[in-house]
């Protein structure tokens, strides 16, 4: 059974920073590209960050670069998500997603998702 399971999320404080994390099982986690996708209230998917199998290319939407960083390792089947100088426009429910082959920019090229994590950027 594919399982992709977050966890980091929270309230935090505009300019403050979070990790997100999310471990995977189930499939072969090293033949996978990983993203994030958030949701915000009222809104659609958003598709945030991307790392291809072996983490050596990685892909930002242009509101988060330079603040978030994405990462995996492949030993431990997880991919996390550095996010630092939080904007309240960050607020979200995060979601990491799973697909076979190269990233794709389209939360819709995406076959495995985990269930999310809030993030709350709020003062």
């Known amino acids: 059974e594919v399982q992709l399971v977050e966890s980091g999320g929270g309230l935090v404080q505009p300019g403050g920073s979070l990790r997100l994390s999310c471990a995977a099982s189930?499939?072969?986690?090293?033949?996978?590209?990983m993203s994030w996708v958030r949701q915000a209230p009222g809104k659609g998917l958003e598709w945030v960050s991307a790392?291809?199998?072996?983490?050596?290319?990685?892909s930002y939407v242009d509101s988060v670069k330079g603040r978030f960083t994405i990462s995996r390792d492949n030993a431990k089947n997880t991919v996390d998500l550095q996010m630092n100088s939080l904007k309240p426009e960050d607020t979200a429910v995060y979601y990491c997603?799973?697909?076979?082959?190269?990233?794709?920019?389209?939360?819709?090229?995406?076959?495995?998702w985990g269930q999310g994590t809030q993030v709350i950027v709020s003062s």
């Open positions: 997603a799973a697909r076979a082959g190269y990233y794709s920019t389209s939360s819709e090229d995406y076959g495995y």
């Open positions: 189930g499939f072969t986690f090293s033949r996978y590209a």
């Open positions: 790392i291809n199998s072996g983490g050596g290319s990685t």
